[in-house]
């Protein structure tokens, strides 16, 4: 593993911001998710200009180390060690103020990042969103441009009248010739995919996996060994999380090694007003350094008290109704040995009598 970074490193594509990336006993990756970078376009998916700065500064000045996506895939696919304080920066929906706002900044600070893209909405809506020449130019620059769906749809929800075949042709559209599309424009690239709205089932990522793509959600916690490759975490950098201060403490978490979860499946029924989450870890040498005591599950404004069933699988009950729409329930533990935090964040959607939720 440590050959392949040093290989990317040699390429050009591992540019990390500490002068040498240390090779210590680092098993995850924080990747973080952006949208818009502008100070005019919707709050809660955007981050201006002047803080997408700061958070690049932040993490130069910390030493932490920006790698690229498959560099990070490479070494937790393959079980190697990671770089300390490995960080990974991606955007979704490719929107021109990321060409016009962040590129150069991202540039100037050698800093990888990938793009994840829309090829239909790209088509329809030119100027709104970087075209081909615009990811062509970023792609030689040492980004990764990757896909977001062709037209950004609600993919897990049904519509009116279509059968589970009608279904599967949809997903087919969506990823399938979106990645086409990529392909054809930028040469071959690798499959990985970020679900729009960060909603996945398992029917879908059964799919996903069957097309042989890694999938990115939006709920967060580290990328480590611990994660499933239709389900890896990020962390939402924009909107209220584009604060440093709040950012800093999920730039420094840790994988909680997770080995089983339920529910499995994140579509609750609709009646499911209080579901119970139920988490497994598993007892591996750092184990001990998990304040199991001092865990916490966190849902909406409710903090939650684990009931542990035994020394190393404990569950959550919510304790006021699941909002319609998507929820996130994070569970962090602090670590013994320093101050840092185990994380683990639990992605559900409750929709509402019709099948349906908010954007
Ligand atoms: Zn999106």
Redesign the pocket.
Known sequence: MLNKIAVSAASGLLLGCSPVAQAGTADSVVVLQY?HVSGSTPAVTSIDPETFRQHLQYLQDNNFNVIDITSARDAIEQGGELPEKAVVITF??GYQNVYENAVAALKEFEMPYTV?VNPELMRKHSGHYMGWEELKEIQKNGATIAN?GQT?AHLIRKQEGESDEEWQERMRYDVVTAQQAIDENLGEQQKYF?Y??GEYNNDLRELLNEWGFFAFAQHSGPWSKWSEDTMITRFPASGIYANLNTLKAKLNSKAMPVSAYQPQEPLVAHDNTKPTISITLEEVDTFDDIRTDALQCFAGGSVLKPKWESKTQFSVTLEQDINIGRSRINCTAPSASESRYYWYSVALIRPDESGRWPD
């Open positions: 949208h979704d929906d994840f977001h950004h970020a729009p709205y």
